[in-house]
């Protein structure tokens, strides 16, 4: 004999109402996390980035994006030794012990402070887009070890993948 039933199972996860989910959003600090992220995009005066054994290629434009309290993005972006394509290299960096050189309002970032600042890579990635921005390929993302230096006056980011392969960029504003 199987016995059916149909009333809904409880799996011992509490049911949440919609209000109780919504009071999180709410809560103190909530807001300043959001305001403290965003993005700083700068064109280069001189920009330089290389991939272990392929040829320099200059670049033409440095992203900073703050993603939380202690994780900085720093994106160069060039022109790739294919005709068309765009190359992108990343490089992140992560720090709870030193606060970002960047302050963010509503989304917009600029560099704050006169000194330089020092963060540890803890990855890379390489990424190509075509004009219009749609990718080409699947990017390639490695764990990595290194440093960046951000000052007002240029940014300089060095690495080696995992698999013992450097990466570098500068880039001078």
């Known amino acids: 004999m199987t016995i059916t039933s149909t009333e809904p199972r409880h799996l011992g996860i509490p049911l949440l109402s919609a209000a109780s989910l919504f009071v999180g959003l709410s809560s103190p600090g909530a807001g300043e996390t959001i305001a403290s992220i965003g993005r700083m995009q700068r064109n280069t005066s001189d920009c330089v980035l290389r991939v272990s054994s392929r040829s320099q290629q200059r670049c033409r434009q440095v992203q900073l994006d703050r993603k939380t309290e202690s994780v900085l993005r720093i994106r160069f972006i060039g022109a790739s030794e294919t005709e068309g394509v765009i190359t992108s290299l990343s490089f ?9 050189p960047l302050r963010c309002t509503q989304g917009r970032c600029q560099l704050q402070g006169s000194s330089s600042w ?3 890579v803890l990855g890379a990635s390489e990424s190509f887009t075509n004009s219009l921005g749609i990718s080409i390929g699947v990017p390639k993302a490695w764990a990595a070890r290194g440093v960046c230096r951000v000052s007002q006056a240029n940014v300089i980011c060095e690495a080696t993948r995992s698999d013992g392969l450097a990466l570098r960029a500068e880039a001078r504003f």
Do not use: F, K
């Not at 992140?92 to 970002?100: C, E, F, K, R």
């Open 92 to 100: 992140v960096s992560a720090d709870p012990s030193t606060p970002l």
């Open 118 to 120: 020092e963060g540890p």
